[in-house]
Nanobody, 121 residues
Framework: QVHLVESGGGSVQAGGSLRLSCEAS????????MGWFRRQAPGEKREKVA????????NYADSVKGRFTISQDNAARIVFLQMDSLKPEDTAVYYC??????????????WGQGTQVTVSS
């Protein structure tokens, strides 16, 4: 069982930056794809923000390309999301997720509880 805990959310003005962290525990043998998702309003579908696989290959949603950066510290089992040039439309609950496998196929079976990010204009 993989346990994920997010931190680093908060409130910031437009143009500001935040860095989210996701600490993972309970790993067994094998590789994982890690991702950040967000839900912008209750009842809306979670949107993929960024993913990173075991070879550090990354993928971003078009809406965050050039502003957000996903990275990971494999030894510490922490995944980061550096968010720069934040916009009010980035306001959402951000979730960390894990998928078993060396590459990201979109089958994320493990989720954190989420952390709120609020960007004011």
């Amino acid at each position: 069982q993989v346990h994920l805990v997010e931190s680093g959310g908060g409130s910031v003005q437009a143009g500001g930056s935040l860095r989210l962290s996701c600490e993972a525990s309970g790993y067994t043998h094998g590789s994982y794809c890690m991702g950040w998702f967000r839900r912008q309003a209750p009842g809306e579908k979670r949107e993929k923000v960024a993913t990173i696989d075991s070879n550090d290959r990354t993928n971003y949603a078009d809406s965050v390309k050039g502003r957000f950066t996903i990275s990971q510290d494999n030894a510490a089992r922490i995944v980061f999301l550096q968010m720069d040039s934040l916009k009010p439309e980035d306001t959402a609950v951000y979730y960390c997720a894990a998928e078993i496998g060396r590459v990201c196929l979109g089958a994320f079976g493990y989720w954190g509880q989420g952390t709120q990010v609020t960007v004011s204009s």
